[in-house]
């Protein structure tokens, strides 16, 4: 069983920066972060293979946003620069248990995520 506990959201400018923190307990191969809006689904943003340390980005938040990881905290993190008031969602980390084979169809996938946190609301101000 994992259990994962994001932090970091809140209220910024357009062009601020933000650090979501996403502490897991329990085994996991990789961490996705993943947005949502209202009436909307859940998107793919970020994620991070736990052991090689291989990402991968939506193309929207490519050269602004950054996945890392720490092994010794467990804890991976979103460092979101440059942000726009379309990056306004509630952000949810996710973790897979399972080593799934690492390519964009797995990653960006819902449905490769078998953890999901609770969210933390981003709203960015223009």
Do not use: H
């Not at 932090?7 to 993943?34: D, E, K, M, P, Y």
């Not at 293979?49 to 996945?67: C, E, L, P, Q």
């Not at 306004?88 to 996710?94: G, H, Q």
């Amino acid at each position: 069983q994992v259990q994962l506990v994001e932090s970091g959201g809140g209220l910024v400018q357009a062009g601020g920066s933000l650090r979501l923190s996403c502490a897991a307990s329990g085994r996991t191969f990789t961490i996705g972060w993943f947005r949502q809006t209202p009436g909307k689904e859940r998107e793919f943003v970020a994620a991070i293979r736990w052991g090689s340390g291989n990402t991968g980005y939506v193309d929207s938040v490519k050269g602004r946003f950054t996945i890392s990881r720490d092994n010794a905290k467990n804890t991976a993190y979103l460092q979101m620069n440059s942000l726009k008031p379309e990056d306004t969602a509630v952000y949810y980390c996710a973790a897979d248990s399972s080593l799934g084979i690492w390519d964009s169809r797995y990653y960006s996938s819902r449905r490769s995520y078998n953890y999901w946190g609770q969210g933390t609301q981003v709203t960015v101000s223009s």
